[in-house]
């Protein structure tokens, strides 16, 4: 190879990305680094750094490789065996919480029954479709994908077995980016959709919510065999609707009791992640799309518990 060729690909855009180039008989061989790029970004540097090359002289082929350090990402399930118990809004505010410590988190909203994501999160605009892949919506620094996202309201309820769970595929390989953290805030109980789930995209570990009446921790029970039988770590348990302070007289009372969500845990040997308050304020910033408007100190403690039961 002449000097020359050799030069001619030396003004390649993108540098930082180029690990490699090389010119031999008439093709380039390009090799650059698209860690962290979106598909669509991949795309573009694959693109640019060909018809770079092939403007450059003595180039009659160009040929372009992209590697890319996979990022880790965590899948994390938040389960309930009980419906009601604050699945969705803990979802919510746990996502907030992470992403203000700095991670890059994902919401995926997989209850069939009644996707409330965009509600919770304040945004009701429909993904882009790239690529074959879904590009996630944004709302308070969390990207997010929803199963109510793809039919028109109210239609989600008539979602069953393997429509739901082909869904809910389109969903965990949509364009997620350098997300690091995706939660995933599934539908209540033990069904085909949990299954599903835990079948093709193995979770790193599952959280699960409960109000600390025996109902509820009795259906948790359920939720957690479900997640040892497939091994899948259980990352932790979250009390919620324990105390209730009323808001004219200060006075704490119990309505669904406390301390048992806490108790089951000990019982099954998984870790306690914390307890959040029946609180009129997670009430209202969630049908306002504002979470973490309150009680923002008590998610970013469970978050970073979270974030340590996932390190381990
Ligand atoms: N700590 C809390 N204090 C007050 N209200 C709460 C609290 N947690 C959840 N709620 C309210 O309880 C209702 C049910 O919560 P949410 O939808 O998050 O539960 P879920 O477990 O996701 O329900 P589903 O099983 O239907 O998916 C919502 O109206 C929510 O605003
Ligand atoms: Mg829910």
């Not at 890319?68 to 699945?87: C, D, N, P």
């Amino acid at each position: 190879m002449s000097r020359e060729m050799a030069d001619a690909l030396d003004n390649l855009p993108h540098e930082d990305r180029v690990r490699s180039r090389k010119l031999s008989g008439g093709v380039a061989t390009i090799i650059a680094d698209a860690t962290g790029l979106s598909e669509a970004e991949r795309k573009a540097l694959e693109d640019e750094l060909r018809s770079a090359a092939m403007n450059a002289p003595g180039v009659s082929e160009a040929r372009v490789a992209l590697t890319a350090t996979q990022t880790a990402r965590t899948l994390i399930a938040i389960g309930s065996g009980k419906g009601g118990v604050g699945k969705s809004t803990v979802t919510a505010n746990l996502a907030v919480a992470l992403a203000r410590a700095g991670k890059k988190v994902g919401v995926i909203d997989a209850d069939v029954y009644g996707p409330s994501q965009p509600t919770l999160l304040g945004n009701h605009s429909k993904p882009e479709g790239r690529d074959d892949k879904l590009l996630p919506v944004e709302a308070h620094g969390v990207r997010f994908l929803s199963l109510g996202q793809l039919v028109s309201p109210g239609h989600a309820l008539a979602w069953r077995g393997p429509m739901a769970t082909g869904a809910l595929a389109n969903l965990i390989d949509a364009d997620w980016g350098d997300t690091e953290v995706l939660l995933v805030d599934l539908p209540p109980g033990t069904g085909d959709v949990q299954l599903s789930l835990i079948q093709r995209s193995r979770p790193a570990g599952a959280v699960i919510v409960s109000t600390p009446q025996d109902l509820s921790l009795i259906d948790a029970r359920r939720a957690v065999d479900l997640f040892n039988k497939t091994s899948v770590p259980i990352l932790g348990v979250i009390e919620n609707m324990a105390t209730y302070v009323c808001p004219h007289c200060g006075q704490a009372s119990h309505p669904f009791g406390t301390g048992g969500a806490e108790d089951a845990a000990a019982e099954m040997g998984v870790p306690f992640l914390g307890r959040l308050p029946l609180s009129l304020a997670i009430r209202e910033a969630s049908d306002a799309g504002q979470p973490l408007a309150a009680e923002e100190e008590i998610f970013a403690a469970i978050a970073a518990k979270l974030l340590a039961a996932v390190a381990h």
